[in-house]
């Protein structure tokens, strides 16, 4: 007989995780997304299941970047986040090697003896085993068990920003890691996910870069499309609440949705500008027709992309 879905986002948003991981890279969030297309909910269901990383494709201001912290809240798991620059390195997502360090520390002859130690977690590491770190600066490991007191971990979610940017040999070089959900330390020790407390691997691309087939094959793929009116209104709704004005809305939403379809840039504006937008005119009484109506409209959601204008 099935069991219920691991990820509902019907329920009740549970509180964050403990104050002991304060430190571990959780990315805050407001707690609201609008789950107002059922692929979503199934696509992360479908990750959590196969325990295979969840590749998001979409325009920006598809809702991308946010899923992955509002799924690591309704899971009650924390969340770690990587943005995607064409200067990482495959290594950044495992560790980061001080070189600087090890040079200071080798001009006053006091090297450690091993490389981990110069090393701090990448986001895989901390989301394989929260509790596990590089050894000491005298080369020493963790005692083991050491933070533990306040019993086992709570899983993670690991959000891989933009992986489109990166060069393309960064995705190839995640298949070993994804697919075993374990790599070797810088001294070969093994890093690995616990039975039980598998991470949650979030991957975003706005295909701006075609991924490798191979990597593409071992990920669950959900494409999102650029948000439509109706969506953008309840977007809206929830993160304003008291604040939230139908009237401003519906233009404001009219007005975006006429930028991205004449704008000159690759992409219109995003969900972020719209309710930037919105707070505007809120904090600053700005009403649909007043005088100062269109220089927001310009400063806060057109930003030259185009001649597109609503007077009015």
């Known amino acids: 007989m099935p069991t219920a879905m691991a990820f509902d986002p019907s329920r009740e948003l549970p509180p964050a995780p403990g104050p002991e991981f304060a430190g571990a890279g959780a990315v805050p ?13 199934l696509a992360v269901n479908v990750a959590l299941a196969t325990r295979r990383p969840l590749l998001v494709f979409g325009p920006p201001g598809s809702g991308k970047s946010t899923l992955a912290p509002i799924v690591a809240r309704h899971l009650g798991r924390l969340c770690h986040t990587e943005v995607i620059t064409a200067r990482t390195e495959p290594e950044d997502l495992l560790w980061r090697f001080d070189a600087m360090r090890r040079l200071n520390d080798a001009q006053t002859r006091e090297v450690a003896p091993t490389i981990g130690a110069y090393c ?35 899983g993670s979610v690991v959000l891989i920003d933009e992986i489109d940017k990166a060069d393309p040999d960064l995705p190839n070089s995640l298949l070993v890691p994804l697919d075993t959900l374990s790599f070797p330390g810088p001294d070969g020790e093994e890093v690995s996910a616990r039975a039980g407390v598998e991470p949650l691997v979030v991957i975003t691309s706005n295909n701006e870069r075609e991924l490798p087939a191979p990597f593409v094959r071992r990920c669950i793929v959900l494409s999102l499309e650029a948000p439509d009116k109706e969506h953008l209104l309840n977007v809206a709704r929830g993160h304003l609440g008291a604040d939230y004005d139908e009237s401003t809305a519906d233009r404001v939403a009219e007005h975006l949705l006429k930028v991205a379809a004449e704008s000159e840039w690759a992409a219109g504006p995003s969900t972020a500008e719209f309710l930037d937008t919105l707070r505007a005119c809120h904090e600053l009484g700005v009403e649909p027709g007043s005088r100062t109506w269109d220089l927001v409209l310009e400063v806060a959601l057109d930003k030259g992309r185009g001649s597109a204008r609503l007077h009015g």
């Open 29 to 41: 969030d407001d707690g609201v997304y609008v789950f107002d297309d059922e692929r979503i909910v």
């Open 120 to 154: 701090a977690s990448g986001v895989l590491w901390k989301a394989f085993d929260p509790y596990r770190t590089p050894p000491a600066r005298d080369g020493k490991p963790a005692a083991p068990g050491a933070g533990r007191d306040s019993g086992p971990p709570p």
